[in-house]
Structure formats: C-alpha cells, structure tokens
C-alpha cells in the first residue's frame, strides 16, 4: 500500500486523492453570525489540491477525483449495479477512479461535523477488514502522526484520536470508501 518496510512512503508510490462531497453533495456546513458559510465541500478540495500540490513537488505520482465543485459520477452512470444512480455510484466513481490509474493509496479529505464535542477532533480512519488491514492501518497511524504534527506546529491543538478504525464509529459498519463491499483494488 505504498509503505515501505520501515513504514515510510515509497517514492514511487501512486497516490489517489479525493475531496469528499461535491456538486450538491455539500457535507458538514456552519453559518457564521455574519452571514458567511462555511461549507465542507469547499474545504475539502482546497485541502485536496494543496496535498496534490506538495505531493506532486515531492516526486510523487498523483491522481485526483475531482478539481472543482462536482460530484465525481457527472454522467450518474449506474457504476454499483444496483439499477439506480445514487450516492453510492458517485462514491463508486472515486474508487474506480483510483483503480483506474493502480494507485497504491486512496486518501479522501473530509472535514466533518458534529456537535457532540467528545467526538470533535483529529480522525484518521482506516478499515480492519481488508487483506491489508495491517498497511492500512500503518498509513492511517503514519497520516495521523503527520497531521497533528503540522497543527501543533502551526499553532492549532486538536483532540488527538489517532487512527480509528471505520466500523468502530459506525456501530460495526463501514466507510463506503473503505468498505470491503467496493471494487477497490
């Protein structure tokens, strides 16, 4: 999964990036009391296209699932099967185009909401039931540790809670990005 033994990077890792949500798929949002809106969509891809960036400078080979504010599935192409577009082949389409290119790694950038503040924090979430469980697992704790490093460095404090594993925040069930039920290879 683009780790060597040691647990660093490989440089010739190929990376898929995706910024959740998009098109009318908007994710968390606030409204400030002057009327501005903070909307995760829009969070989520400039954080997205700035990692491309730094990844891309650092020599890494690099796709990304979208460049603007669309949902990745613009044809609603029926990708899972199921005799319907919905939600599931945009997050379909996200995989598929990781596979697409034989990325080693899928990144999706989330900012997510929510108002019980013993939750609010740092996650990095990872699945325990693919065969590469443990890599996964390797990279959540490697992209944590890097992540709240850069905060504390750049002046922010965030609750720490580590790599996580998907089905222990979804009562047992999976992120669908994660999920062993997705074509992701």
Same mark, same amino acid.
């Given at each position: 999964?683009?780790?060597?033994?040691?647990?660093?990077?490989?440089?010739?890792?190929?990376?898929?990036?995706?910024?959740?949500?998009?098109?009318?798929?908007?994710?968390?949002? $606030?409204?400030?009391?002057?009327?501005?809106?903070?909307?995760?969509?829009?969070?989520?891809?400039?954080?997205?296209?700035?990692?491309?960036?730094?990844?891309?400078?650092?020599?890494?080979?690099?796709?990304?699932?979208?460049?603007?504010?669309?949902?990745?599935?613009?044809?609603?192409?029926?990708?899972?099967?199921?005799?319907?577009?919905?939600?599931?082949?945009?997050?379909?389409?996200?995989?598929?185009?990781?596979?697409?290119?034989?990325?080693?790694?899928?990144?999706?950038? $989330?900012?997510?909401?929510? +108002?019980?503040?013993?939750?609010?924090?740092?996650?990095?979430?990872?699945?325990?039931?693919?065969?590469?469980?443990?890599?996964?697992?390797?990279?959540?704790?490697?992209?944590?540790?890097?992540?709240?490093?850069?905060?504390?460095?750049?002046?922010? +404090?965030?609750?720490?809670?580590?790599?996580?594993?998907?089905?222990?925040?979804?009562?047992?069930?999976?992120?669908?990005?994660?999920?062993?039920?997705?074509?992701?290879?």
């Amino acid at each position: 999964l683009g780790l060597n033994p040691g647990g660093a990077f490989r440089r010739d890792a190929s990376i898929a990036l995706d910024a959740g949500h998009g098109g009318t798929e908007i994710g968390a949002s $606030h409204r400030y009391p002057d009327g501005t809106l903070l909307v995760e969509k829009d969070l989520n891809l400039r954080v997205m296209l700035r990692l491309r960036d730094l990844l891309v400078q650092a020599g890494y080979q690099v796709t990304v699932t979208r460049t603007r504010d669309a949902q990745v599935n613009v044809d609603k192409k029926d990708l899972t099967g199921d005799g319907k577009a919905t939600l599931s082949d945009d997050l379909q389409a996200r995989v598929d185009t990781a596979n697409s290119v034989g990325a080693d790694v899928l990144v999706s950038v $989330h900012f997510n909401g929510i +108002s019980d503040p013993n939750r609010k924090g740092t996650y990095v979430f990872w699945d325990p039931d693919r065969p590469f469980a443990e890599r996964n697992r390797a990279l959540a704790e490697l992209v944590n540790s890097g992540i709240v490093r850069s905060m504390r460095e750049a002046g922010y +404090s965030s609750a720490d809670h580590g790599a996580t594993r998907d089905t222990a925040v979804l009562g047992g069930e999976h992120y669908y990005l994660l999920s062993p039920k997705t074509n992701l290879v």
